[in-house]
């Protein structure tokens, strides 16, 4: 059984950073970092997969978000720059012990956490 947990969430001015960190146990081999706000569909913004350096991303975050992994930690980490309003969300991170070729849909993932906050004011 894989158990995800999240943390580093919080409130941050538009155009302020934030670090999101998610410890895993388990084996994992696509993570991912998903958000969803109030009223709206959960949305892939980040997957990586095990031993990659390079994140995947939607055009929505790409240039802002930064996925990365630390393995030996077992985690994986989210930077957050250039924050925008529309950023506000719960952000989730997500596992899978396969690889898959949607690593930016929900239908993929095994595993979530319990998911951290965001919000950012203009």
């Known amino acids: 059984q894989v158990k995800l947990e999240e943390s580093g969430g919080g409130s941050v001015q538009a155009g302020g950073s934030l670090r999101l960190s998610c410890a895993i146990s388990?084996?994992?081999?696509?993570m991912g970092w998903f958000r969803q706000a109030p009223g709206q569909e959960r949305e892939g913004v980040a997957a990586i997969y095990r031993g990659d350096r390079r994140g995947l991303y939607p055009a929505s975050v790409e240039g802002r978000f930064t996925i990365s992994q630390d393995n030996a930690k077992n985690m994986i980490y989210l930077e957050m720059n250039s924050l925008k309003p529309e950023d506000t969300a719960m952000y989730y991170c997500?596992?899978?012990?396969?690889?898959?070729?949607?690593?930016?849909?929900?239908?993929?993932?095994?595993?979530w956490g319990q998911g951290t906050q965001v919000t950012v004011s203009s």
């Open positions: 997500a596992a899978s012990p396969d690889w898959t070729t949607l690593p930016l849909r929900t239908s993929p993932y095994n595993y």
């Open positions: 388990g084996y994992t081999y696509t």
